[in-house]
């Protein structure tokens, strides 16, 4: 590597894989990213275990682009066979928990913004935010983050994506279903079997089919993951709980979708949350058009990221999804990132931001 930026970015993301970091306990790796900016003269503000920062000639009066990743991980699967918190280079490979998703984006978007923090003549303010929790959608994350950060026009969120455009993300509603029945003897003819009368219900979510589908992000996707009923075998239950995991696309808010769930079930149906949104950028956004005009491709992303929080004061900030590695190595065990994948990372985002006038 020959780039200086990216030989400090792949030292700091050797820093943060040799510190854990699961979601809830990223301390550690935010003191880290916080030397990080002090070290290159970056005045930061930190809020729980998210760290960010301003470009220093920061101005109002200009739009402001938001550059976000975060710095949790999942917990280390059992089938690694390395150390998952030893950062370990072979070749143009280096090994450890993070490393893909998402070190390599987190550290190429902070060299980054490193190498604008001083200028004065950027079309946009710069903000970028190191931030906890994304892993588990959790409330201290960006979430938290957001009503303390300047105003937003847009934002990229850096998740593995191989460089091409992620303009569109599916949302997530979590459905708590129960249907109630009436306890009796197995032997007998008594009671009103739950698991019957849940039965209709469970094959309705596996059948039914929303009229509207997505061009990028295709058909809302519903799956019963968990179910629960009965105490023993020979009492007939008189109650049947079961989870259901929608993903839904642009074309539906979760609002529109829980209100289709409950028109067709006789479950009662109880959501864990609705903020988990869809998201996305509009195809003739200056940020897409200037990623299309450098030969990248656009696509819907059926992963979940901290794009689906991307809400302040109320409006949805439009946000396109893009950086170095690959989606599928994320939660792997003995996961990677490429060192040229970093170094190809922090030029790709320049040429992006160059497209609309920064740098």
């Not at 400090?8 to 790796?29: F, W």
């Not at 009503?147 to 191989?162: C, D, M, N, R, Y």
Request: proline fraction near 7%; charge should be negative; aromatic fraction near 6%.
């Amino acid at each position: 590597m020959n780039n200086p930026l990216a030989e400090n970015a792949v030292a700091l993301l050797k820093q943060l894989i040799a510190t854990p970091s699961m979601s809830r306990e990223e301390g550690p790796t935010a003191a880290l990213i916080a030397a990080y900016f002090e070290q290159n003269g970056v005045a930061c503000e930190r809020l729980g275990h998210n760290v960010w920062a301003k470009n220093r000639h920061f101005d109002p009066a200009k739009p402001t682009l938001l550059l976000n990743s975060h710095h949790d991980t999942v917990k280390p699967n059992p089938s690694w066979t390395r150390d998952p918190f030893s950062p370990t280079v072979e070749g143009d490979v280096l090994y450890g928990l993070g490393s893909n998703d998402a070190g390599g984006c987190l550290v190429s978007l902070l060299a980054l913004f490193v190498h604008l923090y001083n200028r004065a003549d950027l079309s946009h303010n710069l903000v970028v935010a190191a931030t906890a929790e994304e892993e588990i959608s959790g409330r201290g994350g960006i979430e938290s983050l957001l009503p303390h950060l300047p105003p937003l026009s847009v934002a990229i969120v850096g998740e593995p994506t191989q460089m091409q455009l992620a303009i569109a993300e599916k949302g997530l509603l979590v459905l708590d279903c129960v249907v109630q029945g009436r306890a009796g003897h197995a032997a007998r003819d008594e009671g009103e079997n739950a698991i019957y009368k849940a039965l209709p219900d469970m094959q309705w979510f596996q059948t039914y089919a929303y009229p509207k589908v997505s061009p990028l992000l295709g058909p809302v996707k519903q799956s019963v993951t968990i179910i629960q009923a009965g105490t023993q075998h020979n009492v007939v239950p008189d109650v049947c709980t079961f989870t259901v995991d929608v993903r839904v696309t642009e074309q539906y808010t979760l609002e529109e979708v829980l209100a289709i769930v409950r028109e067709n079930v006789s479950a009662t149906v109880t959501p864990r949350s609705v903020r988990l949104r869809p998201s996305g950028i509009a195809i003739d956004h200056p940020l897409v058009q200037a990623g299309l005009a450098l030969g990248r491709t656009t696509y819907g992303s059926p992963t979940l990221s901290d794009q689906a929080l991307l809400t302040q004061h109320g409006r949805v900030i439009p946000s396109l999804k893009c950086g170095p590695g690959h989606s599928e190595r994320s939660h792997t065990a003995n996961e990677f990132v490429l060192l040229s994948e970093v170094e190809a990372g922090i030029e790709g985002y320049m040429a992006l931001l160059a497209g609309i006038g920064i740098g």
